[in-house]
C-alpha cells in the first residue's frame, strides 16, 4: 500500500468521529504529515464549527513546521464562506505546500473550486487516493446533492417465517422479533441520521419513542405521515424528547408518487439522511417507487405463523452478522 493510500485511510478513520453530528456537513477527516510523522489530526466538528482541515492545523503545536508539510483530507477543502470561512484559504495562509485528496465535492458551491484555488497558490494537489472508499464514506452527502434527496435507509425486523408484525395485537406497544443488543444497535443507527420516519399505523398500533434512548447521542428529528392529522398529540411521538414533524394532505398529494414528494420536502430542509421505520406499508411505498439506498434486515427466532408480511425487494446483499440468535443482513439498491 503507498504512503498516502495509508494517510487517507487514516483520515476516514478519525472522520466517522463526526458521525451524527456534522450533518447536513460531510464527516471529514484529515491529517497533517512533516518528515513522514503526524503533526495534526482533525475531524469535522458539529455543524456550524470548524471544519476538519481547520482542526488538523489547530493541533499543530509548532506552526512553522506547516510549510513543510503534506495535509491529506477525504474530501476537497471548501472554497466559500458558509457557516465558517473557506478552508482552502486557511491552508493557503499557512503556506502547506501539497495536499491529498481523496475525492472532489460536488456540492455545487465547491466542485473544483477548492482544488483550482491551492493550484493558483502553487499549492500541489494530489486528487483520487482511495476515491471509491471516500466516496462510499461521504455517501449520505453525495447522494444529497447528486440525487437531490436523502440518503434513505430501509429498517425492520422480521421473524424467521417472514412476517414483521403478528395478525392482532392486545397492547399499545412493539412486540419485539429481535434481542435486546440488536435494539440497542438500532438506536445507535438512529443516532447517525437526520430524521426517522414512520406512518400513521406504526403510531397507532405501537405508540413509539422513536428515540436515542440506549445509546448515547442525539435524536432525530421524528417524521409521521398522517394523512388527515388524526393522530392524538398524548401519544409519545409528540412528547419534547425530539422535535415531531406530520406530513399530512396538506404538504402532499396522496393521489400520486408519496415518497418522492417525501424526498423533495426533505431535500428543501437540506436533510441529507433518513432511517425509515415504518410498517410494512411505508417501507413497500419508498421500495416500489425505488428511493432507498440501504436496507437493514434483522431476522429473529420467533415465529408468527400468520400476520403482516415482511417487505418484498430485490437488493445486492452487502454485509451479513449475526447478534447472538439474530441475523443482520445489510442490502444496497442497485
Known amino acids: 500500500m503507498q504512503i498516502h493510500e495509508i494517510h487517507i485511510k487514516r483520515c476516514l478513520k478519525i472522520a466517522k468521529n463526526g458521525l451524527g453530528s456534522t450533518r447536513p456537513n460531510p464527516m471529514v477527516g484529515a491529517i497533517i504529515v512533516c518528515d ?18 481547520v482542526n488538523a492545523i489547530n493541533a499543530v503545536k509548532n506552526k512553522a513546521l506547516l510549510k ?21 484559504d486557511l491552508i493557503i495562509s499557512h503556506n502547506i505546500p501539497k495536499v491529498v485528496i481523496g475525492c472532489i465535492d460536488d456540492n455545487p458551491q465547491v466542485v473544483g473550486k477548492g482544488i483550482a484555488k491551492l493550484k493558483a497558490s502553487g499549492c500541489e494537489v494530489i486528487v483520487g487516493v482511495l476515491e471509491d472508499e471516500c466516496k462510499i464514506h461521504h455517501k ?39 434481542n435486546r443488543y440488536s435494539r440497542q444497535l438500532v438506536h445507535k443507527w438512529r443516532s447517525e441520521e437526520q430524521v426517522i420516519l414512520v406512518g400513521t399505523n406504526t403510531v397507532i398500533e405501537d405508540n413509539p419513542s422513536l428515540t436515542v434512548r440506549d445509546w448515547t447521542g442525539d435524536n432525530p428529528t421524528r417524521i409521521v405521515i398522517d394523512k388527515n392529522l388524526k393522530l392524538n398529540s398524548e401519544l409519545k411521538l409528540f412528547d419534547n424528547a425530539a422535535k415531531t414533524i406530520s406530513i399530512s394532505n396538506k404538504e402532499i398529494d396522496f393521489k400520486k408518487n408519496i415518497s418522492k414528494q417525501i424526498c423533495d420536502l426533505l431535500f428543501k430542509e437540506n436533510i441529507n439522511s433518513i432511517i425509515i421505520e415504518g410498517g410494512s406499508k411505508t417501507l413497500q411505498t419508498f421500495i416500489d417507487e425505488g ?6 434486515v434483522f431476522v429473529g427466532l420467533t ?26 443482513k445489510v442490502y444496497l439498491n442497485d
Open 36 to 53: 513522514d510523522k503526524v503533526i495534526g489530526e482533525g475531524f469535522t466538528s458539529p455543524y456550524g464549527q470548524s471544519h476538519a482541515e
Open 68 to 88: 513543510k508539510s503534506t495535509l491529506y483530507v477525504t474530501l476537497e477543502p471548501c472554497s466559500h464562506h458558509g457557516k465558517t470561512p473557506p478552508c482552502s
Open 140 to 178: 449520505r452527502f453525495f447522494t444529497f446533492h447528486n440525487k437531490k434527496r436523502p440518503y434513505i435507509i430501509l429498517k425492520w425486523a422480521e421473524t424467521k417465517d417472514g412476517f414483521i408484525a403478528p395478525k392482532t395485537k392486545d397492547k399499545q406497544k412493539p412486540i419485539w422479533i429481535t
Open 291 to 296: 428511493l432507498w439506498d440501504e436496507a437493514r
Open 303 to 328: 415465529e408468527f405463523k400468520e400476520g403482516v408480511k415482511a417487505p418484498q425487494f430485490k437488493g445486492k446483499l452487502a454485509s451479513e452478522q449475526s447478534i447472538l440468535d439474530d441475523s443482520l
